[in-house]
């Protein structure tokens, strides 16, 4: 099974996966690729766009994560819009998702904020998050949150505990290490959803079993 994780991070989603899967990452920043690279060594890392990768190359995966950028999209616009600080929802996030529910023959699921506005094709929620998937994504509430907004829209970080999520950051020169672990998809959560997209995920407990359960 070939594996695509774009905009990758420091690979929260992927925490959890193991490392004896075919995984392809992209990620812009190079800093950031650095690290993902030194946590998982087994996977291929690319610095580049991914949303211009997920173009050149969808069709050569048959399982693909996407989590694109949330700022343009979240709540925080209701703060900063009174500050004069206007920007217009990013929709590359919406022809990533057009692209796969049309044309991609395997699995995906596009990662998201909940978004200020209603969102203009339908997502599946769980916990804080949107998810545009080809399959039954499970509710899972997971009670990790490295950082909060204030009043202002500005990240604040509850805590200085770097490995909040089971990373620890402390041998990296990152500059902003909160706001990498801030970026990150709980690994609980990708856990499940990959569990789910591959059939084995458990709930209570109890074994799914049967084929992948397309949305209808």
Known sequence: MKILNLYAGIGGNRKLWGNDLEIT?????????????????????????AHQYLLDHYSEYDFIWASPPCPTHSVTNFFLNPQGIVRYPDMGLYQEIILLQNFFKGKYVIENVKSYYDPLIKPQESGRHYFWANFRIPFLKIEKQIGRMNGKGQNVARTNNLDKLGFDLSKYEHPDKDKLLRNCVAPEIGLAIFESAMNIYKDNNAIQTGLFETLQ
């Open 25 to 49: 990452a992209v990620e812009w920043d190079a800093s950031i690729a650095e690290i993902y690279k030194d946590l998982y060594p087994n996977d291929n890392v690319i610095v580049g766009d």
